[in-house]
Each structure stands twice: as C-alpha cells, then as structure tokens.
C-alpha cells in the first residue's frame, strides 16, 4: 500500500522539551567508542568554549527517532515498520549538542516517493531549545520495501 | 587538490550492538536477534545504520582535529553491515578524501566505508570547522 502522499508539508506540534543529560552524552559517547575529552570531560568541554560536555554528531538521533513516532505510528500515514529499513540520514548543526540542553522537535514532512515498488518517506526534524535557539536540524529517509521483496 | 585522509578501522561486536541499542534507543531486534533478522530475509544480525554513521562520524573527528568540528553531516545506507556472533565480529573501514574549502573556510570531506571490501555508505559527506 503506498503512503499517503497529503502527509507531504504537513508539521506536527513541537514535542515536550528533551532535557539532555550528561551521563547520556557520555553513555552515547562510550557506545561509540569515542573517547575524546569533550564528549566525557565538563572541563575539557569547557575549555572549549561549552557549558558542559559536547553530544557526538549523530547524537540528536537519539531524540529524533522518538519525536518522529508522531509521524509514522500515524496509522493514516499507512506505514508498516517492519518493511522499513533506514535509506539516509544527514544533520546541519547550528551548533552542538550540549548537557543542560533542552531541546524540542518540530516534525515535517518533506517528500514520499515510489519507485520500483518501493516506498519512500523524508522527514525533517527542527530541533530547537526551548528558548527557541535553533540547534540541529535533522533528515530521515525511510525505505518501506515492496510486500513482494519481504523475506 | 584531492587530499587522502589517514584510513581508520572500527572493529564491531554483537555486544557493540547491544550496547549502541541501549545509548541509543534503537531496539529494532534486526540489530540483537538472530532469529529475528533472518525471519525478515536479512543475512543475519546487522549493524544499526547509525552504529556505521557514528563510526565514520568519529573517523571525520579525528580528520578534523576536534569532536565539535561537523558542521553538516550526511549518508546514504546501501548496504547492511552484518555482525557475526564472535569475539571478533566484523570491521568497518572508513576512509576520507578532501574535496575543497568552501568560501567561508570550512572543509568539504567525501568518505568511503566499507565491510567485508564491500561499500555500506554512499554520498557520506561531511563539512567540518577544522580547529
């Protein structure tokens, strides 16, 4: 079943303020592998010129891919996660993500496509602290594949 | 003016994996259930994308200078990195060639990564601040 393509444009209402923890950042930071001072430190990061310390790049993914349940749990949307698997992702910082950040998500919807019996969907995610300082903004494209490629 | 950047190898365990759902959130079983991953037809346990996004984001890190230098960052998944369950596991291999200063002095970085000598990762970019 295609998408529903009227969920092109749309926005959803910002979601509750994410209040982004230290031991998160160090927890993400370890996952990865990455020891850099930085991302462990609150006075390395300081040092740098930050409040506390520094997220990784691919970090906001961790708050993203649950604010944009609002947009694929949408049973509208006709999307069936478990054909989809992830076809890009791509960040544009503002800056980086720091501890004691309070970040909402504002969801959009910027294309759904087909081709060759595939479905795709981008969405594009504003993520802003709760003062309104932009931050990060976000896009996923997902790829829910053909029923007939299943298994 | 292309400029080769150092080639850095990521080794990733299944254990890798469950530690990245937790950091995460990312509990798709594809990534931790043998059963499950080869009942939705893939060849086994694989590697969250963004597992192979991060390490190639730490390799750009590295090349930079500094953690806080991505400015822009993005990736196309084109193949799945399948981790088998060994002490071993798999290797990624992330390489990077320097494609130009763009006019307000950031660094252009086109990056290759691959598994098993085969890529995962196409139009993987990233501009960065070097410090």
């Given at each position: 079943m295609p998408l529903d393509p009227s969920f092109v444009g749309r926005s959803w209402p910002p979601t509750e303020p994410y209040l982004v923890g230290r031991e998160k950042i160090r927890e993400f930071a370890t996952a990865i592998g990455a020891t850099d001072a930085e991302y462990h430190d609150p006075a390395a990061a300081r040092a740098a010129g930050y409040a506390d310390v520094v997220a990784p790049p691919t970090f906001p993914v961790a708050i993203t891919m649950s604010a944009s349940r609002q947009i694929?749990?949408?049973?509208?949307?006709?999307?069936?996660y478990s054909r989809v698997v992830h076809g890009d992702q791509r960040f544009a910082y503002v800056r980086p993500v720091v501890a004691g950040d309070a970040l909402v998500c504002v969801n959009s919807v910027d294309e759904i496509t087909t081709r060759g019996g595939h479905d795709f969907i981008t969405t594009r995610t504003e993520v802003t602290t709760d003062a309104g300082e932009p931050v990060v903004t976000v896009w996923s494209k997902l790829v829910q594949r053909g029923e007939e490629d299943h298994g | 003016m292309a400029e080769q950047l150092p080639t850095q190898t990521f080794r990733v365990t299944r254990a890798d994996l469950v530690r990245y759902a937790g950091a995460s959130g990312d509990f798709n079983p594809i990534h931790w259930s043998e059963r499950f991953a080869t009942s939705v037809g893939l060849p086994g346990v694989i590697a969250h994308g963004m597992y192979t996004m991060a390490l190639a984001g730490r390799a750009v890190g590295v090349w930079a200078g500094a953690?806080?230098?991505?400015?822009e960052y993005g990736v196309r998944f084109t193949r799945p990195v399948p981790v088998p369950d060994t002490d071993e596991g798999t290797e990624v291999v992330v390489s990077g060639v320097i494609k130009g200063v763009t006019d307000d002095g950031l660094t252009k970085i086109e990056i290759t990564a691959t598994c098993e000598g085969e890529r995962?990762?196409?139009l993987a970019r990233a501009t960065v601040r070097k410090r």
């Open positions: 694929i749990d949408d049973p509208a949307l006709g999307l069936d | 953690p806080d230098a991505v400015v995962v990762l196409a």
